[in-house]
């Protein structure tokens, strides 16, 4: 099973960005560096897990509901950016405004994690929703032409009061994501069973 912790996205804010993705894809159509993701398949990224053996699952989502309760926190979602720059770009996201709690429950979802044998990412925790992967590293000037008239891309805010163990399962049409385990505020999250996972797709 190839995991992942993330943040869902409202669909309000969700079909926000993929309006404006819409609007640079169509600008940047003659590019062929520039692979677009799907807007159903943007998350909020805690701690990316890869392949994982499924009889490890009821660990996972122990080890995660160990984490407790925490407190529910706004983001605010706009601006634009590219890792790891404009001029050596290799991913463009979208990017969050969000207190010190988001960090903080990154933090002890990473931490948890590598209690399992997950390593920590080498670079800081940046939160970001990623619109675009880049096949070289080369600039791109009609992108960032198009950014500028984007003003400050303000896609709306939204709270955070749960996030999720999810799947994604490669397909010829792209990735599959399901909700395999949910983790909501207070004090005894609990995981989802097979019947309430949820799904979508995305690339």
């Known amino acids: 099973m190839?995991?992942?912790v993330a943040i869902d996205l409202p669909e309000s804010v969700r079909a926000a960005v993929a309006r404006e993705q819409t609007r640079l894809r169509a600008v940047c159509a003659a590019s062929r560096d520039i692979r677009?993701?799907?807007?159903?398949?943007?998350?909020?990224?805690?701690?990316?897990?890869?392949?994982?053996?499924?009889?490890?699952?009821?660990?996972?989502?122990s080890a995660l509901n160990g984490l407790g309760g925490f407190d529910s926190f706004e983001i605010k979602v706009g601006g634009f950016g590219f890792f790891p720059s404009a001029r050596r770009p290799r991913v463009f996201w979208v990017g969050l405004e969000a207190p010190p709690a988001l960090g903080e429950l990154?933090?002890?979802?990473?931490?948890?994690?590598?209690?399992?044998?997950?390593?920590?990412?080498?670079?800081?925790f940046q939160p970001h929703l990623t619109l675009a992967r880049f096949e070289g590293s080369r600039p791109q000037p009609t992108l960032e032409r198009a950014l500028e008239q984007s003003g400050a891309g303000?896609?709306?805010?939204?709270?955070?009061?749960?996030?999720?163990l999810f799947e994604s399962?490669?397909?010829?049409?792209?990735?599959?994501?399901?909700?395999v385990a949910r983790f909501p505020k207070g004090e005894s999250p609990q995981g989802h069973d097979s019947t309430q996972a949820e799904s979508g797709s995305a690339s």
Do not use: C, D, I, Q
């Open 36 to 61: 677009w993701t799907r807007p159903e398949g943007v998350h909020l990224t805690l701690k990316f897990l890869g392949e994982v053996a499924s009889t490890r699952l009821p660990g996972l989502t």
């Open 154 to 164: 303000a896609f709306g805010r939204f709270t955070v009061s749960e996030f999720y």
């Open 169 to 179: 399962k490669l397909r010829p049409g792209g990735a599959e994501y399901s909700k």
């Open 106 to 124: 990154a933090k002890r979802v990473v931490a948890a994690m590598a209690a399992l044998g997950f390593p920590p990412e080498n670079r800081p």
């Open 2 to 4: 190839r995991l992942f």
